[in-house]
């Protein structure tokens, strides 16, 4: 089970490390795709957000590749994705023409381009947290061994 976990890890990284990097050289395009879910957002935090929010992704990403900090960083990406979750679900439920924003897997498959409409990307962020939150649940109760050197 660690191997799976810790390749979840690595999996998760490599997906969230490559969406902040597809999103880092385009914060008003980003911006956009904020006030495209149609919240109200203060000014000063849509424009926080998008400009920090790749920076996150990037951070986190690279952090669960290297393994470190496995339980806070796992705590903060299952916080990311619940709010990606929300976006997309009651953007779903509100019938909004949006895109999530992040990666184009059409270029993989034509039929993955279902992935970039609200009901895809819900679907798709709901496996993602489920799937992240048992790799936290694992990392909870299965502790890194402690080295028996001093």
């Not at 050289?25 to 006030?35: H, V």
């Not at 909004?96 to 992040?102: D, F, N, V």
């Not at 498959?109 to 790799?135: D, K, Q």
Request: hydrophobic share 50%; with cysteine.
């Amino acid at each position: 089970m660690k191997v799976v976990s810790r390749l979840w890890g690595i999996l998760l990284g490599l997906l969230l490390l490559s969406a902040g990097l597809s999103k880092i050289g385009s914060p008003l395009r980003m911006l956009a795709d904020i006030y495209a879910y149609q919240i109200s957002l203060p000014d000063w935090l849509a424009n926080g957000a998008a400009y920090s929010l790749p920076w996150i992704e990037i951070l986190l990403g690279a952090l669960l590749i290297f393994g470190c900090w496995r339980v806070t960083v796992t705590s903060a990406t299952l916080l990311l994705l619940a709010i990606y979750t929300f976006l997309t679900a009651q953007s779903w439920w509100r019938e909004l023409p949006i895109e999530c924003g992040c990666l184009d897997f059409s270029g993989i498959h034509p039929a993955l381009a279902f992935l970039e409409t609200p009901a895809g990307s819900t679907v798709r962020n709901l496996l993602l947290l489920l799937a992240t939150t048992a790799m936290g649940i694992f990392q909870k109760n299965h502790p890194p061994a402690k080295s028996l050197n001093p």
